[in-house]
Protein backbone atom coordinates (compact mmCIF):
# COMPACT_ATOMS: atom_id res chain seq x y z
CA UNK A 1 0.00 0.00 0.00
CA UNK A 2 1.32 3.40 -0.77
CA UNK A 3 0.71 6.83 1.24
CA UNK A 4 -2.24 8.80 0.95
CA UNK A 5 -2.15 12.57 0.53
CA UNK A 6 -5.02 14.71 1.32
CA UNK A 7 -5.03 18.61 0.81
CA UNK A 8 -4.50 20.42 4.47
CA UNK A 9 -7.89 22.06 3.93
CA UNK A 10 -10.88 22.97 1.92
CA UNK A 11 -13.72 25.68 2.60
CA UNK A 12 -16.87 26.15 0.84
CA UNK A 13 -19.90 28.38 1.75
CA UNK A 14 -23.32 27.29 3.74
CA UNK A 15 -25.44 25.02 0.49
CA UNK A 16 -22.09 24.47 -1.51
CA UNK A 17 -20.39 21.39 -2.68
CA UNK A 18 -16.95 20.70 -2.01
CA UNK A 19 -14.45 17.66 -3.06
CA UNK A 20 -11.95 16.18 -0.99
CA UNK A 21 -9.17 14.27 -2.63
CA UNK A 22 -7.03 11.34 -1.44
CA UNK A 23 -4.12 10.12 -3.69
CA UNK A 24 -2.04 6.87 -3.42
CA UNK A 25 1.16 7.95 -4.00
CA UNK A 26 2.55 4.85 -6.18
CA UNK A 27 0.09 2.80 -6.99
CA UNK A 28 -3.74 2.37 -7.86
CA UNK A 29 -6.01 3.22 -4.78
CA UNK A 30 -8.02 0.21 -5.09
CA UNK A 31 -12.10 0.07 -3.80
CA UNK A 32 -10.93 -0.57 -0.09
CA UNK A 33 -11.12 3.21 0.75
CA UNK A 34 -13.02 4.44 3.73
CA UNK A 35 -14.12 8.27 4.55
CA UNK A 36 -14.07 9.54 8.12
CA UNK A 37 -14.88 13.03 10.05
CA UNK A 38 -14.00 13.97 12.97
CA UNK A 39 -15.70 16.77 15.08
CA UNK A 40 -13.16 18.72 17.13
CA UNK A 41 -13.17 16.84 20.95
CA UNK A 42 -14.67 13.31 19.06
CA UNK A 43 -13.93 10.55 17.83
CA UNK A 44 -13.91 10.09 13.99
CA UNK A 45 -17.35 8.85 12.20
CA UNK A 46 -17.62 6.50 9.52
CA UNK A 47 -18.45 8.49 5.86
CA UNK A 48 -17.90 6.21 3.22
CA UNK A 49 -16.71 2.61 3.23
CA UNK A 50 -15.68 0.57 0.14
CA UNK A 51 -15.10 3.68 -2.32
CA UNK A 52 -18.98 4.55 -2.49
CA UNK A 53 -21.10 3.16 -0.17
CA UNK A 54 -22.69 4.72 2.66
CA UNK A 55 -23.47 2.89 6.29
CA UNK A 56 -27.11 3.16 6.78
CA UNK A 57 -28.89 5.91 7.99
CA UNK A 58 -25.83 8.43 6.66
CA UNK A 59 -26.97 11.76 4.58
CA UNK A 60 -26.91 11.22 1.00
CA UNK A 61 -24.96 14.96 1.20
CA UNK A 62 -22.32 12.87 1.55
CA UNK A 63 -21.07 10.89 -1.91
CA UNK A 64 -17.76 8.84 -2.58
CA UNK A 65 -15.75 8.10 -5.62
CA UNK A 66 -12.57 7.05 -7.57
CA UNK A 67 -10.71 7.69 -10.13
CA UNK A 68 -7.36 5.81 -11.19
CA UNK A 69 -5.30 6.64 -7.84
CA UNK A 70 -7.34 9.09 -6.48
CA UNK A 71 -10.55 8.59 -3.99
CA UNK A 72 -12.76 11.80 -3.34
CA UNK A 73 -15.41 12.85 -1.14
CA UNK A 74 -17.89 15.05 -2.25
CA UNK A 75 -19.93 16.79 0.61
CA UNK A 76 -22.69 18.54 -1.10
CA UNK A 77 -25.09 21.12 0.37
CA UNK A 78 -22.61 22.10 3.11
CA UNK A 79 -24.23 23.01 6.79
CA UNK A 80 -21.89 24.84 9.48
CA UNK A 81 -22.27 21.18 11.33
CA UNK A 82 -19.91 19.71 8.40
CA UNK A 83 -17.19 21.65 10.03
CA UNK A 84 -14.41 19.04 11.11
CA UNK A 85 -11.29 17.22 9.61
CA UNK A 86 -11.82 14.26 7.19
CA UNK A 87 -9.68 11.26 7.30
CA UNK A 88 -9.61 8.88 3.98
CA UNK A 89 -8.11 5.43 4.50
CA UNK A 90 -7.28 2.63 2.56
CA UNK A 91 -6.86 -1.14 3.99
CA UNK A 92 -6.22 -4.36 1.87
CA UNK A 93 -8.39 -5.67 -0.14
CA UNK A 94 -8.31 -9.32 0.36
CA UNK A 95 -10.27 -11.88 2.64
CA UNK A 96 -8.34 -10.68 5.72
CA UNK A 97 -7.29 -7.83 6.94
CA UNK A 98 -3.65 -6.65 6.89
CA UNK A 99 -2.20 -3.36 6.84
CA UNK A 100 -4.49 -0.12 6.95
CA UNK A 101 -2.96 3.26 6.43
CA UNK A 102 -4.70 6.64 6.52
CA UNK A 103 -4.19 10.24 4.75
CA UNK A 104 -2.85 12.91 6.66
CA UNK A 105 -6.59 14.97 6.92
CA UNK A 106 -8.62 17.76 5.28
CA UNK A 107 -9.71 20.27 7.44
CA UNK A 108 -13.20 21.29 6.49
CA UNK A 109 -14.47 25.12 6.83
CA UNK A 110 -17.50 26.35 6.36
CA UNK B 1 -25.41 -0.58 17.87
CA UNK B 2 -22.86 -2.01 19.56
CA UNK B 3 -20.43 0.61 21.61
CA UNK B 4 -16.90 0.31 22.51
CA UNK B 5 -16.21 1.75 26.39
CA UNK B 6 -12.65 2.78 26.66
CA UNK B 7 -10.76 2.63 30.40
CA UNK B 8 -9.79 6.19 31.63
CA UNK B 9 -7.00 8.91 31.17
CA UNK B 10 -3.90 7.76 32.30
CA UNK B 11 -0.25 9.88 32.97
CA UNK B 12 3.13 7.83 33.08
CA UNK B 13 6.67 8.94 33.52
CA UNK B 14 8.84 7.99 30.64
CA UNK B 15 10.06 4.38 30.48
CA UNK B 16 6.55 3.46 32.09
CA UNK B 17 4.14 1.10 30.53
CA UNK B 18 0.84 2.02 29.92
CA UNK B 19 -2.40 -0.54 29.22
CA UNK B 20 -5.61 0.69 27.62
CA UNK B 21 -9.00 -1.52 27.99
CA UNK B 22 -11.55 -1.52 25.56
CA UNK B 23 -14.84 -3.02 26.79
CA UNK B 24 -17.25 -3.98 23.67
CA UNK B 25 -21.15 -3.82 24.69
CA UNK B 26 -21.58 -7.63 22.26
CA UNK B 27 -19.44 -9.69 21.02
CA UNK B 28 -18.05 -9.31 18.30
CA UNK B 29 -18.93 -10.18 14.38
CA UNK B 30 -17.04 -13.08 13.08
CA UNK B 31 -14.97 -11.07 10.37
CA UNK B 32 -14.57 -8.12 12.48
CA UNK B 33 -11.58 -6.87 13.77
CA UNK B 34 -10.59 -4.76 16.76
CA UNK B 35 -8.34 -1.95 15.91
CA UNK B 36 -6.12 0.49 17.47
CA UNK B 37 -5.13 4.05 16.44
CA UNK B 38 -3.42 7.06 17.93
CA UNK B 39 -3.50 10.73 17.50
CA UNK B 40 -1.32 13.10 18.91
CA UNK B 41 -2.15 16.33 19.90
CA UNK B 42 -3.10 18.23 16.96
CA UNK B 43 -2.19 15.60 14.56
CA UNK B 44 -3.72 12.91 12.38
CA UNK B 45 -5.42 9.53 12.84
CA UNK B 46 -1.80 6.56 13.14
CA UNK B 47 -2.97 3.30 13.06
CA UNK B 48 -1.11 1.00 15.31
CA UNK B 49 -2.81 -2.79 14.54
CA UNK B 50 -5.50 -5.37 14.81
CA UNK B 51 -6.85 -8.03 16.67
CA UNK B 52 -9.12 -11.00 15.69
CA UNK B 53 -11.17 -11.58 18.66
CA UNK B 54 -12.51 -15.17 17.46
CA UNK B 55 -9.05 -16.45 15.89
CA UNK B 56 -6.68 -14.28 18.28
CA UNK B 57 -4.21 -13.37 15.82
CA UNK B 58 -3.00 -9.62 15.83
CA UNK B 59 -0.96 -8.11 13.57
CA UNK B 60 1.03 -4.74 14.44
CA UNK B 61 2.69 -2.06 12.61
CA UNK B 62 6.40 -1.82 11.91
CA UNK B 63 8.02 0.09 14.40
CA UNK B 64 5.56 -0.30 17.19
CA UNK B 65 5.93 -3.95 17.46
CA UNK B 66 8.45 -4.22 19.90
CA UNK B 67 6.33 -1.95 21.86
CA UNK B 68 2.73 -2.98 21.79
CA UNK B 69 0.86 -5.82 23.31
CA UNK B 70 -2.84 -6.36 21.97
CA UNK B 71 -4.97 -9.04 23.51
CA UNK B 72 -8.23 -10.03 23.62
CA UNK B 73 -10.21 -11.16 26.94
CA UNK B 74 -13.20 -13.45 25.82
CA UNK B 75 -14.96 -13.83 28.59
CA UNK B 76 -14.70 -10.17 29.80
CA UNK B 77 -15.34 -9.08 25.98
CA UNK B 78 -12.29 -6.80 26.50
CA UNK B 79 -9.91 -5.76 24.33
CA UNK B 80 -6.44 -4.64 25.90
CA UNK B 81 -3.86 -2.66 24.37
CA UNK B 82 -0.32 -2.12 26.43
CA UNK B 83 2.36 0.03 25.07
CA UNK B 84 5.78 -0.52 26.90
CA UNK B 85 9.19 2.23 27.09
CA UNK B 86 6.78 5.35 26.53
CA UNK B 87 8.38 8.50 25.94
CA UNK B 88 7.12 11.68 25.27
CA UNK B 89 5.95 10.67 21.45
CA UNK B 90 3.38 8.04 22.73
CA UNK B 91 1.43 11.69 24.25
CA UNK B 92 -1.55 10.62 22.33
CA UNK B 93 -5.33 10.00 22.42
CA UNK B 94 -5.90 6.41 21.81
CA UNK B 95 -9.04 4.78 19.93
CA UNK B 96 -10.11 0.97 19.83
CA UNK B 97 -12.41 0.18 17.04
CA UNK B 98 -14.14 -2.32 15.52
CA UNK B 99 -15.68 -3.14 11.51
CA UNK B 100 -14.53 -5.70 9.06
CA UNK B 101 -11.99 -3.92 7.93
CA UNK B 102 -13.08 -0.29 7.75
CA UNK B 103 -14.02 1.03 11.29
CA UNK B 104 -17.59 0.89 11.49
CA UNK B 105 -17.82 1.85 15.53
CA UNK B 106 -15.02 4.04 17.49
CA UNK B 107 -14.35 3.87 21.06
CA UNK B 108 -14.03 7.40 22.66
CA UNK B 109 -10.54 7.37 23.26
CA UNK B 110 -8.20 7.37 26.11
CA UNK B 111 -5.74 10.17 26.52
CA UNK B 112 -2.19 8.94 27.69
CA UNK B 113 0.09 11.69 28.65
CA UNK B 114 3.61 10.91 29.08
CA UNK B 115 5.61 13.47 31.29
CA UNK B 116 8.55 13.62 34.00
Known amino acids: QSALTQPASVSGSPGQSITISCTAT???????VSWYQQRPGEAPKLLIYDVYNRPSGLSPRFSGSKSGNTASLTISGLLSEDEGQYFCSSYSSGTFLETVIFGGGTKVTV | QMQLLQSGAEVKKPGASVKVSCKSSGDIVPGHYIQWLRQAPGRGLEWMGW????????YRVQGLHYRVTLTWDRSLTTANMEVDSLTSDDTAIYFCAEGPKYIYVWGQGTTVTVSS
Open chain 1, 26 to 32: TSDIGYS
Open chain 2, 51 to 58: INPKSGAY
